[in-house]
């Protein structure tokens, strides 16, 4: 069974940064698309950032520009997401997402993506 596991979660302080892992379990990442999401209490999941493993291409939630980078292991096992300067509202479950072929829907929209992580929460402390 193809899964994703995500971790790197927990209390992280205002104004510092955040570093989370996402991993696939059965399949290697580097034949794949990445994407990170994320969902705050009573808030819709939204996408966070997305790189492909295959190609340069990288792309971020604009309401995340300048803090957020995505990057991945010399070998594609290991995505990570980083977030610098963390405000209140970058609390949350955040959540790896697995795209394994070609999608019709863009990257920021969830249908493009087959494999889902459980997600590792994210709390910011004062």
């Known amino acids: 069974q193809w899964q994703v596991v995500e971790s790197g979660g927990g209390l992280v302080k205002f104004g510092g940064s955040l570093r989370l892992t996402c991993a696939g379990s059965?399949?290697?990442?580097?034949?794949?698309?990445v994407g990170w999401f994320r969902q705050a209490p009573g808030k819709q999941r939204e996408a966070v950032s997305y790189?492909?493993?295959?190609?340069?291409?990288?792309h971020y939630a604009r309401s995340l520009q300048g803090r957020v980078t995505t990057s991945a292991d010399d070998n594609g096992s290991t995505v990570y997401l980083e977030i610098n300067n963390v405000r209140d509202e970058d609390a949350a479950v955040y959540y790896c997402?697995?795209?394994?072929?070609?999608?019709?829907?863009?990257?920021?929209?969830?249908?493009?993506?087959?494999?889902w992580g459980r997600g590792t929460q994210v709390t910011v402390s004062s």
């Open positions: 059965g399949f290697t990442l580097a034949d794949t698309s």
């Open positions: 997402a697995a795209r394994l072929r070609t999608s019709a829907y863009e990257w920021w929209d969830q249908r493009s993506y087959s494999v």
């Open positions: 790189m492909s493993l295959s190609t340069p291409g990288r």
